[in-house]
């Protein structure tokens, strides 16, 4: 576990040394606190934390895969990765410690958004339950998110197209239940447990279902795998 702290290490400290996180993480507070405004000047408190939640996960499947691109893109364009493949570290850890990272500044940037909550518990009272649920839930699909991220950063030299990627996939897993009501049978259900949304809809509402958690940790751990064959297939090429 040691290669994976030390590439964990070193990918956040890269993050925090160049302007990228900075300015996306930027925006994304700047984005959820001009809707966090708009919705606590018409709504309950409750209601309020409920949109925070909401508009974060919106805008974090465009922030995840932004940050995540350059993780194994940049690598495979400055002929670096192939250096770290050949060295005494196995994909996995590589892999893993790359995650751990992106997971570490998309946790960072969504702490900063408690300040809102902190405001309603001064002007308000929201229910604790639902503010607890709710972040587990958008730490859930944020770290779901990263893993999507990472492995589009694994299909591709250039980051933009990674970053495409990712959304588009995001995208998809976000809205699939949109494409489920229109449609019936084996389909629907598998429609609608494939969107991500659908899955933290519960945890807004302040209720608990163990169902979800797996839900998302099955999202990461698929998408890990993809990534650690992925960088499997770089070795025989």
Same mark, same amino acid.
């Given at each position: 576990?040691?290669?994976?702290?030390?590439?964990?290490?070193?990918?956040?400290?890269?993050?925090?040394?160049?302007?990228?996180?900075?300015?996306?993480?930027?925006?994304?507070?700047?984005?959820? =606190?001009?809707? &966090?405004?708009?919705?606590?000047?018409?709504?309950?408190?409750?209601?309020?934390?409920?949109?925070?939640?909401?508009?974060?996960?919106?805008?974090?499947?465009? &922030?995840?895969?932004?940050?995540?691109? +350059?993780?194994?893109?940049?690598?495979?364009?400055?002929?670096?990765?192939?250096?770290?493949?050949?060295?005494?570290?196995?994909?996995?850890?590589?892999?893993?410690?790359?995650?751990?990272?992106?997971?570490?500044?998309?946790?960072?940037?969504?702490?900063?958004?408690?300040?809102?909550?902190?405001?309603?518990?001064?002007?308000?009272?929201?229910?604790?339950?639902?503010?607890?649920? =709710?972040?587990? @839930?958008?730490?859930?699909?944020?770290? $779901?998110?990263? $893993?999507?991220?990472? $492995?589009?950063?694994?299909?591709?030299?250039?980051?933009?197209?990674?970053?495409? %990627?990712?959304?588009?996939?995001?995208?998809?897993? *976000?809205?699939?239940? *949109? %494409? @489920?009501?229109?449609? *019936?049978? %084996?389909?629907?259900?598998?429609?609608?447990?494939?969107?991500?949304? $659908?899955?933290?809809?519960?945890?807004?509402? @302040? %209720?608990?279902?163990?169902?979800?958690?797996?839900?998302?940790?099955?999202?990461?751990?698929?998408?890990?795998?993809?990534?650690?064959?992925?960088?499997? *297939?770089? +070795?025989? +090429?």
């Amino acid at each position: 576990m040691r290669n994976t702290f030390y590439i964990a290490w070193r990918e956040t400290r890269a993050y925090f040394l160049t302007p990228t996180a900075y300015i996306v993480g930027a925006m994304f507070l700047v984005l959820t =606190g001009i809707f &966090f405004v708009f919705q606590v000047t018409s709504t309950r408190p409750e209601a309020s934390v409920r949109s925070i939640i909401e508009w974060a996960t919106f805008f974090m499947v465009f &922030f995840a895969p932004l940050i995540t691109m +350059r993780l194994l893109a940049e690598e495979q364009k400055l002929g670096t990765l192939e250096l770290l493949l050949t060295s005494p570290v196995s994909d996995w850890q590589v892999a893993l410690g790359k995650y751990l990272a992106s997971i570490i500044i998309l946790y960072v940037t969504v702490s900063l958004t408690l300040y809102y909550v902190l405001l309603l518990y001064i002007f308000g009272s929201p229910d604790i339950g639902p503010v607890l649920t =709710g972040y587990l @839930g958008l730490l859930l699909y944020s770290a $779901a998110c990263g $893993a999507i991220g990472l $492995a589009a950063s694994s299909l591709t030299s250039n980051q933009l197209i990674a970053a495409v %990627v990712g959304v588009a996939i995001l995208l998809t897993l *976000s809205f699939a239940d *949109s %494409v @489920g009501y229109t449609l *019936s049978g %084996v389909i629907k259900t598998i429609l609608m447990w494939v969107c991500m949304d $659908a899955h933290l809809n519960d945890f807004t509402k @302040g %209720v608990f279902d163990f169902s979800h958690i797996i839900y998302y940790f099955s999202v990461i751990g698929i998408f890990l795998f993809f990534t650690i064959m992925s960088l499997q *297939s770089r +070795r025989w +090429r």
